[in-house]
């Protein structure tokens, strides 16, 4: 394949404005598929499921099979909708969409066409710096997925030259939700970021929602990127690309701002550009042309005679709109101001994916620093270490019940760490595992001042390097201490009571 | 012991109850039937070799005080529409050659949980594209009336199996009259119920908002008996109406006590007399409607404007909804596969498979329906057939406000002789005028012998219509017709069947 | 393509993936052309104030609880497959690009 020809990113958008667009398709997380009772490989652990055994006789498209709509994928649908600042149709009606292709057992997608149920919203999307851009919504609508091929013979898997393919209909009725943008204008420079901005909020908000898996490199989440450019100075949009098969975050940015580029070489140079679908390759970091758009993309829709309209009622939206969380850009922004984090900080919450729980912890009453603290240090360890979720590990009413005691001065940090240990391993409540292991701190002054006179026997100059104002010399004194009280003394508490030693001699 | 094929299903279930017959002597006799006469009249595509076990499974059942329903051990036809997990499925079709579903369809799982027993699978036009069964993809079936003509189709066998005595009773599916013209041709009852009354799950769908299975029987009470049994709500299927049927056997048993038609006000819809109707089958309606009249019946002339356009908009409707519901035949995960020379793509595999698969018919059809759907083309084609049912639903509910049922002959002519409309898809199709507009409307119609024609001697059929929901009256009003039919002849039609032996 | 000339039954024939042959296209086009000239009557009666009706019988929503039910096996699913590798139905190798 000939090499792309490519314009300096710079130069390109000195000649061209790129106008975006963007579709994403969501694979619900609903315990059965679309339109059958088949259980749903995108709410399972896909990897560990045989092909054609998630199956009935409707994903394989038999003969006299019929469609019914499963009322979550239409609740879901309905919420998400309601998320991006859409407003849900009264009535909305299912398509078919008719096209042969093996992995399409029907040879036709029950899809929704010109009734969809969500249309007009409105996404907020924060860009790196901060800022937030608002990308228009045309519609959001309810379908279903196809079967996976592979193709075999050939090279690397490619459908070119490969002998033969095999279909596994298992993916096939999958719901999914596809969530179209109205044309993107305007973005520039950022037009790359703003694909993977918009994205991975799309990822977050169902994730918020609890509707998706939405792990891109398995699928639930799929991007379409649409690019054109426009003359400067011009109004009229360009002939745009579509280009599919972009897998992660990364990539979305990086096949945007390939397209621009290529696209701005060709119309420099005189050229036109192709109506197409191209495919991103991850490992050149190139686009390839794909099908060319023709009179093949007649998909003869008509309402699907075997389904009935979703009517989603005032009451019914409504229900759901009460039940919607906040949106994740928003409740990000309020809860950087409100726990006082520096951006660091906080990014790095956000990145380990533990907002949720550490907002939930600072909600049962723990302050945020605290809050933080064992969420990002602690427990994120230990979860790395069994290699499991760090929610899957203890609930935020029970570091409440931890912290307490080490705010009541019962526990240390150090102590604190192992009563977590135990919690994790089941053995009780923080008060039983204090109890059991004898972790309590020694807050008997007596005690502590007989352990202090005898380590200060050992080493009297101590006393006199206090009084001279080197009070760092205690640490020899409380690192003495803490280890005759087998780390069970509070450290501020030791140091206290040397430094009062010191004064009264 | 060939009178026990002369009884009706209600008489079957009689014997059967009181112990003066066996299911395996019932099953028995139909496969003797079957084994001397199929080869005349070819009604079927395929024989159950489990009957006489299911049977026997009845009988001791009976022993036990276990009957499921009235009908447990009485033997039933099925057509080839419908998916059956223990024998063929073909829907007429080569491109289904062999094929065994693994499920039942709703309508199949019914008959077997009431007891009944599944003696084979009928004969069709290929996917119930036809109106004579000369466009199954097997054999053709002749009508035992006369076997040089046709037995009406799509639904053929059925009605074929259930007039020549090959079974009492049997399943059909009406898209456009192919239950209740069949019927007519063949001396028969058949009903199509109300749209979304009877499960379409598992049947092989041809126009998805058109079709409907429904009985076919040689009385009004079997037909009844059947329906009531394949009847009801099936959350399998999304157009099924969620509510509790009457019981059409009561309507039908009701029907036949009546001492009259008293009150029955009975419309005429004007437009499905037309001039094209042969003289013995109108003969035999006006003579019906002087005997409706003289038994009490009040009779009034109805305008239905819009079924002057019902065979166009059938014709659009039904082959676009095809197209789609057909795509599915491609060689992939079930039927035949035709690989052509050389190094074929699976796009070829596909398209020389349905080009070999399906039959002329079929293929014209999809070819229009594809046409009425494609870009540019839906709203001057499809979409304005959507529209004239809306116009013929509102001509139908305006004639339901002033009568009670609405009558026409079931056909404009009796049985036409094998191979006269073949070569004539449009005169072919013409036929269906009076049968069409009831499935474009979803109301609910049956079909029941009326009479010989006096010319020809073959039998001629009554359709009577109701309203949507209202299958019930059809029953009842057809119960007390059967019954002055028979009081005014001294025979039921279906009982004039020759021995074709 | 208003006119049914054996191109536009070509085109069709292709959106319906039948490999039909020269003699049947040119068939069909003489057929098709007149059938269509007959279901075109719909058209003087379909006006812009006529509502489409696509089911005969209008119900509510009819949906489905999210609830596992009976699937079939693979030996099921395979068993009138033409072609399979044991767990996946087996295709000759496919031109076009997925859509
Ligand atoms: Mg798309
Ligand atoms: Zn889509």
Known sequence: MAKDQLMDLEKALELYEPVLGFEVHVELSTQTKMFSAAPNPAAMDEAAIEPNTCITPLCLGLPGSLPVVNRTAVEYSISLG????????????????????????????????????????????????????????????????????????????????????????????????????????????????????????????????????????????????????????????????????????????????????????????????????????????????????????????FPEPDLLPVEASAEWVATLKAALPESPVLMRRRLRAEWGFSDVDFQAIVNAGLITEVKATIDAGVEAPAARKWWMGEISRIANDRDVEPSSLVSPDEIKALQSLVDQGTLTDKLAREVLLGMIDGEGTPEEIVAARGLEVVSDDGALMAAIDEALAADPDVLDKIREGKVQAAGAIIGAVMKAMKGQADAARVRELIIERAGAS | MSDITALSASELAESLASGDLSSAEITQAYLDRMEATESIVGSFLARSETALDTAQHSDARWKKGEARSPLEGVPVAIKDVLCTTDMVTTAGSRILEGWIPPYDATVVRKLREAGLVPLGKTNMDEFAMGSSTEHSGYHVTKNPWDLSRAPGGSGGGSAAAVA?????????????????????????????????????????????????????????????????????????????????????????????????????????????????????????????????????????????????????????????????????????????????????????????????????????????????????????????????????????????????????????????????????????????????????????????????????????????????????????????????????????????????? | MSEMTPDAVRHLAGLARIALSDDEVARLAGELGAIVEAVEAVQSVATEDVPPTSHPVPLGNVLRDDVVGQTLTTEEALAGAPDHDGTRFRVTAILGEEQ
């Open chain 1, 82 to 301: 309601l998320a991006l600042g859409c407003d849900i149709a009264p009535v909305s009606r299912f398509a078919r969409k008719n096209y042969f292709y093996p992995d399409l057992a029907k040879n036709y997608q029950i899809s929704q066409y010109d009734e969809p149920i969500a249309f007009e919203g409105s996404v907020s999307v924060e860009m790196d710096d901060g800022t937030l851009v608002e990308v228009p919504i045309e519609r959001a609508h309810m379908e279903e997925d196809a079967g996976k091929l592979t193709h075999v013979g050939g090279a690397t898997g490619r459908i070119q030259g490969a002998e033969y393919s095999l279909v596994d209909y298992n993916r096939a009725g999958v719901p999914l939700v596809e969530i179209v943008t109205k044309p993107i204008e305007g973005m520039e420079g950022r037009a790359g970021e703003l694909g993977r901005a918009y994205v991975s909020t799309i990822r977050d908000i169902v994730r918020n929602l609890g509707i998706s898996h939405a792990r891109m490199e398995r699928g639930n989440l799929r991007c379409d990127a649409n690019v054109s450019l426009r003359p400067r100075g011009e109004s009229a949009y360009g002939t745009r690309t579509e280009t599919k098969n972009v897998n992660s975050f990364r990539s979305i940015e990086r096949a945007v701002l390939y397209e621009i580029r290529r696209q701005a070489a060709i119309l420099a140079d005189g050229g036109t550009i192709t109506q197409e679908t191209r495919h991103w390759h991850e490992d050149t970091g190139v686009t390839s042309p794909g099908r060319p758009k023709s009179d093949a993309d007649d998909y003869r829709y």
């Open chain 2, 164 to 501: 020549a005595r090959q079974a009492p009773v049997a399943i059909g599916s009406d898209t456009g009259g192919s239950i209740r013209q069949p019927a007519a041709f063949t001396g028969t009852v058949g009903v199509k119920p109300t749209y979304g009354g009877v499960s379409r799950y598992g049947v092989i769908a041809l126009a998805s908002s058109l079709d409907q299975v429904g009985p076919v029987s040689r009385t009004v009470r079997d037909s009844a008996l059947i329906h009531d049994v394949i009847g009801g709500h099936d959350p399998h299927d999304s157009t099924s109406i969620p509510i509790p049927w009457a019981s059409m056997t009561e309507a039908a048993d009701a029907g036949a006590r009546a001492a009259d038609l008293a009150g029955l006000r009975v419309g005429v819809v004007k437009q499905l007399v037309t001039e094209g109707i042969q003289s013995g089958v109108k003969q035999r309606f006006d003579e019906a409607l002087e005997l409706m009249a003289a038994h009490g019946a009040e009779i009034i002339e109805v305008d239905a404007p819009h079924c002057e356009y019902a065979v166009a908009a059938y014709y659009l409707v039904l082959p676009a909804e095809a197209s789609s519901n057909l795509a599915k035949f491609d060689s992939v995960r079930f039927g035949l596969r035709v690989t052509p020379e050389g190094n074929p793509t699976v796009e070829d595999v596909m398209a020389a498979t349905r080009d070999q698969g399906f039959g002329d018919e079929v293929k014209r059809r999809i070819i229009l329906g594809t046409y009425a759907l494609s870009a540019g083309y839906y709203d001057a084609y499809y979409g304005s057939a959507q529209k004239v049912r809306t116009l013929i639903q509102r001509d139908f509910a305006q004639a339901f406000d002033k009568v009670d049922v609405l009558v026409s002959p079931s056909a404009p002519t009796t049985a036409f002789p094998l191979g006269a409309k073949l070569d004539d898809p449009l005169a072919m199709w013409a036929g269906d005028l009076t049968t069409i507009p009831v499935n474009l409307a979803g109301i609910p119609g049956m079909s029941l012998p009326m009479g010989l024609d006096p010319e020809d001697g073959l039998p001629v059929g009554l359709q009577l219509m109701a309203p949507t929901y209202e299958d019930a009256r059809l029953y009842k009003a057809g119960a007390t017709l059967e019954r002055l039919f028979f009081e005014r002849d001294g025979y039921l039609v279906s009982s004039r069947a020759p021995e074709v032996v």
